[in-house]
Each structure stands twice: as C-alpha cells, then as structure tokens.
C-alpha cells in the first residue's frame, strides 16, 4: 500500500498499481484492475519480460516502497510513494539502474469511474493529459511516451546509475494543474515525513517492534487527515470466499472500531491521532440518538446506498462488485457500548472532556436504556432475522458500566449512577439467565440458541466477568474446540440463513487476536504468544494483513489492507510487551510510552 492520508493505492509483486481512489478513498477508482482485468485501469511499471519481483520492502519505518528485479541482464529498482497530500494527490514512482541494463516497460491505462470510462487522452509540452468528465490525470516524465491501444506506453533501457522519474497527478479537470513536484524531493520530504512520525510515538523495542511499527503505519496510512476519521479498508468487494458473492465496501468508518483504535494510538504514544478520531468519533456521533449508525463516511456523511457495478468481473470473478454499504441502515446495539467504552478510555488517558461530549453520551445512555432489551442484527452485520445477540447484550451492561463509574469517579461529570448501575445489574443478569448455556459451560451466540461466536472472547476484556470465572474459561475452551480451524478463530458457524448469501468465508483475523487477548487475561501467556507468533507468519510480504485467511489455499481473503486486523496486532503485542493484561477501558502503559498529560 502507498497512501498519502487522504487515498491509498495498492502495488502488485508485478510492479502494477492495480488500485486507486482519487481524491478519497472512497472515490470512484481510476484504477480498478484489482476487481477485474487491465482494461479497469492499471499502471505497469516493470521489467519488459514482466514477472514477479525478485523482492520487495518498504524504506524503514515509512509507506516509501521500494520493488526490485534481478535479471539476467542487470538489476532494476522501482521506487514508489505518495507524498503527503499538498494541493493533489500524486503517485511518484523512480526507476533506477542497479546493476547491468534492463528493458522496461511502463504501461498507464486511466479508466475513472471504476473502469467505465475512458478519457481523452492529449500531449501538452513533456507530458500527458488525460481527462474526462470532473477527471483530470497529468503524467509527467522524461522518458519518451506514445499512445498505444488506448493506454500510454514507454519502452525504454534502465543502466547502472541511472533514475527516471514518473510523476502522475490527479485534478479536478475545470481547475488548472499546479506545477508537478520534484520527484527527488518529494522523496526526500515523503521519508522525512515518516521518520518524524514514526519516531513521535511510544519507543517500542523487542521481538514484535517491527510488526507494531509497520501495523502503526497502516494505521496512520487508512487515515482521512482532514477529518481524522480511520477506513476499515482501502478497498472494496475483495470477497471473503473466493468466487463467493461476500464483497463489501469496507472504504467507511465504523464506530466500532472506536475502542481498539484509541487503545492502539494511546498505548503507542500517538495522542494527536487518538484526540483525532475521538473528535471524528463524536461528530460522526451526534443527532438524535436513535438514530446512530454503525458506520459512516470518512467526513461524518451517514447515507451510504449500495450498488453493484455490472461492468468489473470482480476479484477472481467474485461478484458482485459493490460501493456503499446497506448494513449502515441496520440496528447494532452493540455499538451504543463501543462508542461510551471508547470514549470512557479517552476519559481515563487523560484526553481532555468537554461539556458538549459528556451531554451526548448521556442522551446516547438515555436512548439505550429503553432499546438495550430489542433483538438486532449483532456485530456480524447479519442481514437474516434480528435476534437477541449475546455480544450486543454485554456491550449495553459495558455502556452502562462505563457511564455510572465515570460519574461515580468525576465529580464534573453528572448522571444518574445509581440508575445505570440498576440498569446494568439488570442487563447482568439477563446474559447470564439467557446467553450462558450451562449444559454446555460457555456462553452462546444468541438467546435460546446453540451456536458460538468469537465476539465472547470479549466478555473478559470488557469486565463483564472475571478472567477466572469457570464461565470464562469454559467459554474460551469451547470456541477452541468447537469453533477454530486449523488453530484460527472463525467468527461463526456460517448458514445462508445469517444473511442470504450461499457459501462461506475464511477465518476472521481480528477473532485470533480476542483469543490471544483472552488467553492472556487467564494467564495462559504461552498459549498466547504461540498464537500471537503464529498471526504474524500470516502477514503479506511487506507486512500488511487483510480480513480473513484461507487455511486451505494458504492465502488473505476479504479487503485489505484491514484496520480492524492491525488494531488489535498492536494492542496484543503491547500487552504481550508489558506482561500483563488491560481491560478495554484501561490505557496500556507499555514502558516507553510517554504519560499524558490529565484532563
């Protein structure tokens, strides 16, 4: 992934850029090649006789990717970035000669509109122009360029010592394009940017550093600056099943995310990140309280329609391709207690209050008071009848929770406790009449039903019960018998029923995290390393995990790269740094992370 904190693109092993949103990441693709063929939009820059690189690594701690052919003729090197967004977003990509002289071949097919529409395409001095509609594309290099077959082609010679750069812009096309960057210096300032960064944060040595780091700067990349709002995924309708019709638009915020994000940027020392998205998180969040959503768009927009493109094959012929998202319509109780338990984290950092943001949460409890006891949809998103969700059910007792001891331990802050602590005793007991089956010792997906579900490794994480409680462990015993493959946590037994759709999915990776958490709480810290340990073999080349894995095929499935899988890597691997367990209410305080400063 290259991304500029605005948009993000994703680079082959081939040496092709087959994934672009200008100028969000949730805009209309110009490269689309990800979800169908070249003829969707792709940019090719490689060794003529093509193949998959010899290697490939990002430049330290920093999204500056580095890919590289070893040939018979010579070695070439292809340097790729987005610098940090100015006036455009701009893809800079700068072959260089390493060794020998190699034949190479760049090939620029613009296709906006998710591949449906070709521009027109014109010379202007040293460079190309393309432009269609509201889209405008300027790429600019020295190297010789010529039509060919509706795309833009080079072929050219790279020696030892040489570098050519290429530098494709993107602009609204009734505005007139600035003045291209410095390909050598945007490097230069694009390198700065990440060290300045990346050394910012919590100094993070040991066994895992290079994986926090490099999931840290994912993180940092799925950013939308502007509003500080965090994507789940810079792609879409990557399928969880190959060939299967599971393709969602994961280019969205989601308020569930808000906990493990801010646990995450807190515990890595990145504060100005976590005020961030703790401010997108109550913007996003305000209106009428019955009316909260699971998720919205990167500036807080709420309608997200979903619709199928026809014309993209899909992924491996995984239809169909969709953008929005319908499940933004439907009711997720669980996230009322997402969102309180986020921002009660916030609260205990030390990220200042403000009379506005207490006043919403307290009209957020008010609503759940009266709506924790309806049936949903659950965590899951299922699109099959609502129901009784165990998980939705312990997040109302973890909203509840949270809203009576922040006013029972700040004396600024007023509700009433004594009412949210009935409410949660209540709640209590309800799970545990309805959502434990005693039979089998462990606790169930729904009320009155039989199935497992990977979101009750929480139950311990968010306090609901002791770590010791034999319901705890009897939970955590059964999900390892009844509901993993291959050591790997599925989220749960998949039926068509769940949400219309036939076939299955791969096993979801943030589930194996809760379980490395959970293990760790119940102080089985060699079971969870082993786990932990094994998470990371999963990760792509360069580091980055996506949705789901395949067991079978060996391989990523689902959108990628997925915050919600390098959330909770970071927070396992700090736990597992610091040797002991934190509950989701409570910032981990690894030993280089610097304090902050109280509200």
Not at 85 to 92: F, I, K, L, N, Q
Not at 235 to 240: K, N, W
Request: hydrophobic letters at 40%; glycine letters at 8%; charged letters at 20%.
């Amino acid at each position: 992934m290259l991304g500029d904190l605005q948009t993000a693109a994703l680079v082959s092993t081939a040496g092709s850029i087959d994934w672009l949103c200008v100028p969000r990441f949730d805009s209309p693709a110009c490269f689309a090649a990800l979800l169908d063929t070249p003829d969707a939009g792709h940019w090719l820059l490689a060794p003529a006789a093509g193949g998959t690189c010899t290697g490939r690594r990002y430049v330290d701690d920093s999204l500056v990717l580095e890919t590289e052919w070893v040939t018979p003729e010579g070695t070439a090197r292809v340097t790729d970035f987005m610098p940090p967004r100015g006036h455009a977003p701009d893809v800079v990509r700068i072959v260089s000669g390493i060794a020998g002289t190699v034949a190479m071949r760049a090939e620029l097919r613009m296709r906006f509109d998710y591949g449906r529409v070709v521009p027109w395409v014109r010379r202007h001095g040293d460079q190309m122009i393309a432009v269609a509609g509201p889209d405008m594309v300027r790429l600019r290099t020295p190297v010789e360029v010529r039509g060919e077959d509706w795309s833009t082609v080079s072929d050219f010679t790279i020696s030892a010592g040489q570098r050519l750069p290429f530098v494709l812009t993107w602009g609204p096309s009734h505005l007139r394009l600035r003045a291209p960057v410095d390909a050598d210096a945007a490097l230069a300032d694009t390198l700065a940017f990440w060290a300045e960064w990346s050394n910012r944060g919590a100094s993070v040595e040991g066994p895992y550093r290079d994986a926090i780091k490099r999931s840290l700067l994912t993180l940092k990349a799925l950013t939308y600056q502007p509003t500080g709002g965090i994507v789940a995924a810079a792609t879409t309708s990557l399928p969880e099943q190959l060939g299967g019709p599971r393709n969602w638009d994961y280019r969205y915020c989601w308020l569930r995310d808000s906990t493990y994000t801010l646990q995450a940027l807190l515990a890595a020392g990145y504060l100005t990140e976590a005020k961030a998205w703790r401010e997108w998180l109550l913007r996003a969040a305000a209106g009428d309280p019955a009316k909260l959503q699971i998720m919205y768009a990167l500036d807080g927009t709420r309608r997200l329609p979903e619709a199928a493109l026809p014309w993209l094959a899909g992924y491996e012929h995984s239809t169909p391709v969709r953008t929005g998202n319908a499940a933004s319509d439907q009711l997720q109780l669980d996230v009322w207690g997402e969102t309180l338990d986020g921002l009660a984290l916030a609260r205990e950092a030390g990220i200042a209050a403000n009379d506005d943001a207490w006043d919403l949460q307290v009209a957020l409890m008010n609503h759940l008071e009266g709506a924790w006891d309806q049936p949903d949809n659950g965590l899951w998103e299922m699109r099959g009848a609502r129901r009784h969700f165990t998980h939705s059910k312990v997040m109302a007792w973890v909203a509840a929770d949270r809203m009576a001891h922040a006013v029972r331990t700040h004396p600024n802050l007023d509700g009433p406790a004594q009412r949210w602590e009935q409410l949660r005793d209540t709640i209590h007991a309800d799970v545990l009449a309805h959502g434990y089956d005693a039979q089998r010792n462990t606790f169930v997906q729904s009320y009155g039903a039989t199935p497992l579900d990977a979101s009750l490794l929480m139950i311990p994480r968010v306090g609901f019960l002791p770590p010791a409680d034999p319901r705890v462990l009897g939970t955590i015993t059964a999900i390892q018998n009844g509901l993993t493959e291959d050591g790997l946590v599925k989220r749960y037994q998949t039926t068509d029923s769940d949400d219309g759709l036939p076939g299955g999915e791969g096993l979801f990776i943030a589930c194996s995290f809760w379980l490395v958490d959970a293990l760790h709480l119940v102080g089985q810290q060699l079971a969870a390393t082993h786990l932990f340990e094994r998470l990371l073999t999963l990760r792509n080349d360069v580091g980055l995990l996506s949705e789901e894995w395949d067991p079978t095929t060996g391989r990523l499935l689902g959108n990628t790269p997925q915050a919600f899988s390098h959330f909770p890597l970071v927070t396992s691997a700090l736990q597992l740094h610091a040797g002991r367990p934190h509950l989701s209410n409570q910032p981990i305080r690894h030993p280089g992370t610097p304090s902050p400063t109280p509200a």
